[in-house]
């Protein structure tokens, strides 16, 4: 993309980032490459779909395989204190004799950089995994940063706990910039001028502090991280650095819950929204 150096950010949020999803798969159509791709929770899953070259995997995720309990249920919770079954959706469906197999090999030849945010659950810190640590078969990055707090246990890598990224870095568009970017394209899932409130993440916090204590004062602090990003990523926007990427309406989807009807028009929205993005990555 010319001279500069290029991003691109899905920062996920549960079933939301089928909005994402629409905006890969648009890029996708249009043959649109970056320098370097940074995913946070479900973020980092469409990221992999898109540097495979995989448009309309995750539509699939997100629109079929979901409604099933395998994927997400109570049940799931009951039995296993996961809400989300990450091994079912990142293993039994994406492995290589999976329903929906991710190309990894593809990944691997793709020069495009990866970056996935996590949280350690160990001490609070931020976790930036990379392709070199995604083998065949096993994506313990994604499911890490993908393992919401109280609806998910912890994700183990290497032994270590892993939560959510978006609550260590749910934004991180200083990251990009530190690394070199100065063309970012941004990919919410929420509107561009939501801000997140403190009693969101009050209970969760509460209930995780007596475990993880450390992520806990992450979590509880996450309003404020997520609200000053997001106004950093407004300012950036304002100097040309970032494009933000926002939908108008969720569509009645939340992180946790979905239907069908709304997954397919905030797909749809997220395709019509991306029509600004090859202009911006080359100006």
Do not use: W
């Not at 919770?77 to 197999?101: K, Q």
């Not at 190309?103 to 996590?118: H, K, R, W």
């Not at 078969?137 to 246990?153: E, F, I």
């Not at 979905?258 to 797909?267: D, F």
Request: glycine share 8%.
């Amino acid at each position: 993309m010319g001279n500069h150096r290029t991003a691109l950010i899905d920062v996920g949020g549960g079933f939301r980032s089928v909005y994402g999803a629409g905006v890969l798969d648009r890029l996708m159509d249009l043959h649109i490459h970056v320098d370097h791709c940074y995913g946070v929770s479900a973020g980092s899953a469409n990221l992999s779909s898109f540097l495979a070259g995989q448009p309309g995997r995750c539509y699939r995720f997100y629109t079929e395989y979901s409604t099933r309990k395998e994927y997400a249920s109570p049940v799931n919770y009951i039995r296993g204190h996961n809400f989300t079954n990450l091994d079912y959706i990142y293993g039994t469906l994406s492995n290589h004799d999976g329903e929906y197999p991710l190309d990894y090999q593809a990944i691997q030849s793709n020069p495009t950089a990866l970056t996935v945010v996590a949280t350690d659950g160990n001490d609070g810190s931020a976790k930036y995994f990379t392709k070199d640590d995604l083998h065949q078969d096993d994506y313990g990055a994604l499911k890490a940063s993908s393992s919401v707090p109280v609806a998910n246990q912890p994700y183990i890598v290497d032994g270590r706990p892993y939560f959510d990224g978006g609550i260590i870095d749910p934004i991180p568009v200083q990251k990009a910039v530190d690394d070199g970017a100065d063309r970012i394209v941004l990919i919410l899932t929420r509107q561009r001028n939501f801000m997140r409130s403190a009693k969101t993440d009050a209970i969760p916090a509460r209930i995780l502090s007596r475990t993880y204590p450390q992520v806990a004062e992450r979590l509880e602090k996450r309003y404020d991280t997520y609200n000053t990003e997001l106004k950093l990523a407004q300012q950036y926007e304002q100097e040309g650095k970032v494009l933000i990427i926002a939908p108008d309406d969720l569509c009645g989807l939340n992180t946790l819950s979905h239907n069908l009807k709304g997954s397919e028009r905030m797909y749809r929205k997220g395709y019509a929204d991306a029509a600004p993005i090859p202009e911006f990555l080359e100006s």
